[in-house]
Nanobody
């Protein structure tokens, strides 16, 4: 069973940056390479929404509000996926979830809190 574990959340001031990390533990590299990887977020009182998705073809799709500010990348050898967030604003406050989808199904991390506040 694939397990996703996020880290890197915290409190950041408006205009600041933060990088989230997610490790796909219990995954062998060959399986990790078959996964579409991405991030979702859920703000208080709102539905979970897509942040961005990096496909196995190397194509990354972002939600419109995050284009140009957020960047998803991965390291296959380390089985890690990252979310670099720049120019953060209070509307980005949410719990951020790592997500993976592949031949064996869809998987979610437990989430990490990001709070943007002065």
């Amino acid at each position: 069973q694939l397990q996703l574990v996020e880290s890197g959340g915290g409190l950041v001031q408006p205009g600041g940056s933060l990088r989230l990390s997610c490790v796909a533990s219990r995954a062998i590299t060959s399986v990790f390479n078959t996964l579409d990887l991405g991030w979702y977020r859920q703000a208080p009182g709102k539905q979970r929404e897509l942040v961005g998705l990096l496909t196995t073809d190397g194509i990354t799709n972002y939600a419109d509000s995050m284009k140009g500010r957020f960047t998803i990348s991965k390291n296959n050898a380390r089985k890690m996926v990252y979310l670099q967030m720049d120019s953060l604003n209070p509307e980005d406050t949410a719990v951020y979830f790592c997500y993976a989808h592949g031949p064996y199904g869809s998987f979610w991390g437990q989430g990490t809190q990001v709070t943007v506040s002065s």
